[in-house]
């Protein structure tokens, strides 16, 4: 379970007062703000790549402190950038060393790339020549590999090809099938409504809404984008 308690965080620009949130074992939660660098603020926080000046993030009893990287959670952030991956590797052998310096599981990265009918011709590219797509699964793989019971997300699937989100979001559903809590951060509320179990609002640094998927079928998604993220 992701709890956030009483978190808020003060500033001129990018600030929130005390709120709070539970997503349960079993559930996708999108917390969506259009408001710049809230929900990244949010993700840095929960890996402990942040501070957090007020208040607690917790993964089932464990609470994230800054410089520490939470022990009970799988983190996936939008691949925005391939200059980090810049390597004249080959995938398999970049892949391999992940897999080894990270004592991974083999067995459970194969099967991620599987479900996302990744091409075992890609391998033999160099890293730095592969589409990012490409490089989005096999990231995808080794996170998911790491078996944790919580995931947080923030717009992993921004400016992604429909055919890769429509293979996330199959995987993401077995995810939450399988009991894991997932925290999704983003702005994209036609995205949410596709997949969320549950939705939250922040808006001019408050939580003003919560809703459903029941709530959402009911509801217009182009007004709620209009009231809450406009």
């Known amino acids: 379970m992701i709890s956030i308690r009483d978190l808020s965080f003060p500033g001129v620009d990018i600030a929130l007062p005390r709120f709070s949130l539970e997503v349960q074992n079993g559930e996708i939660f999108f917390l ?19 501070p957090i000046p007020e208040g607690a993030i917790v993964f089932d009893g464990e609470e994230v402190r800054a410089g520490r990287f939470p022990e009970r959670s799988s983190f996936l952030a939008r691949i ?20 080894g310096i990270c004592a991974l599981s083999r067995e459970a990265v194969v099967e991620t790339l599987i479900r996302m009918n990744f091409s075992e011709r890609d391998l033999k590219k160099r890293v730095r020549d592969v589409k990012a797509d490409i490089l989005r699964m096999v990231y ?3 996170e998911f590999a790491r078996e944790k019971s919580n ?7 921004k400016g992604v090809e429909k055919n890769f989100e429509l293979k996330f979001d199959r995987l993401l559903v077995r995810k939450r099938d399988e009991g894991k809590a997932i925290l999704y951060l983003t702005g994209d509320i036609f995205y949410a409504a596709q997949i969320a179990d549950r939705i939250g609002f922040i808006k ?3 939580f003003p809404f919560e809703a459903t998927a029941a709530d959402l079928r009911e509801m217009d998604i182009q007004q709620l984008h209009l009231k809450f993220l406009s």
């Open 32 to 50: 969506l703000s259009s408001e710049e660098g809230v929900t990244e603020r949010l993700f840095d926080m929960a890996g402990g790549f942040s």
């Open 80 to 99: 925005a950038d391939k200059g980090e991956f810049d390597t004249e590797a080959s995938l398999q052998d970049w892949l391999d060393f992940i897999i």
């Open 140 to 142: 995808l793989a080794v």
């Open 151 to 157: 995931i947080v997300i923030h717009d992993f699937c």
């Open 204 to 206: 001019r640094g408050q």
